[in-house]
């Protein structure tokens, strides 16, 4: 009961707060800047992403299985061009039939997921021949003393932030079977500690 108040109250304000900083605005805009045609984006969380999306794109699906985000989305889904389809869903089976889009998106998300391998599946699974994953998450570091850390804090953090891994390595994870990563980079955030502020950013193309 309490644990569900957290996460439909009380976690969403405490993400949107945290993830609505100028430093991080520029990396969604660097990331989305080339998506196109059909769109889906998993983990919509408060629609921070919404204002970043190139003026050519006119319908985002937003895949978000946590209710309690929606009503901080609103706004920004007021407030824009683009036309949102809520599906209230988990990505490890998204509601859609295969090959029905030609972009997914997913920014800090992948650290939150039950089931990493199966909603890569389902990226797979979604996307059109060619298309196209764009993913900016946080994850593993590439230095072993703050991996150590990472280790160490990931079940509180888990508590803490929903569900969120301090320590999962994103470009293993999106290395699936029916993705090819074309471009890849190691980032670091600079206002965030070391264990949150090292970042995966990316695009994975279908066949
Ligand atoms: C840290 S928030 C990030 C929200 C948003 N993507 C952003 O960049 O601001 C993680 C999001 O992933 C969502 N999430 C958690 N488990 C999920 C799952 N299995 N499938 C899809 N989304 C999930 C959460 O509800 C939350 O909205």
């Known amino acids: 009961m309490l644990r569900r108040f957290y996460s439909r109250v009380i976690f969403p304000r405490l993400m949107d707060f945290s993830l609505n900083r100028p430093e991080v605005a520029e990396l969604r805009k660097r ?44 706004r920004r889904i ?36 039950g089931d990493p391998p199966e909603v890569l599946r389902e990226v797979s699974r979604t996307l059109r021949p060619g298309g196209r994953f764009f993913f900016l998450e946080h994850g593993l570091a590439q230095n072993p003393r703050i991996q150590k850390w990472q280790h160490r804090l990931t079940p509180i953090n888990k508590i803490i932030a929903d569900g969120c891994h301090l320590n999962r390595d994103i470009k293993s994870i999106v290395e699936t079977e029916g993705l090819r990563i074309v471009r890849h980079e190691r980032l670091n955030l600079k206002d965030a500690p070391r264990i949150l502020g090292e970042l995966y950013i990316g695009v994975a193309q279908k066949g």
């Open 31 to 74: 990331i989305l800047a080339e998506v196109t045609g059909d769109t889906l984006e998993i983990g919509f969380g408060t629609g921070l992403n919404l204002p970043h999306y190139p003026v050519e794109i006119h319908t985002v699906s937003a895949l978000e299985p946590n209710e309690g985000m929606n009503g901080l989305a609103l």
């Open 78 to 113: 007021r407030d824009s061009q683009i036309e949102v389809k809520h599906l209230h869903h988990d990505g490890e089976e998204i509601p859609v039939a295969d090959g029905s889009f030609d972009s997914v998106v997913s920014t800090w998300t992948l650290c939150s997921v």
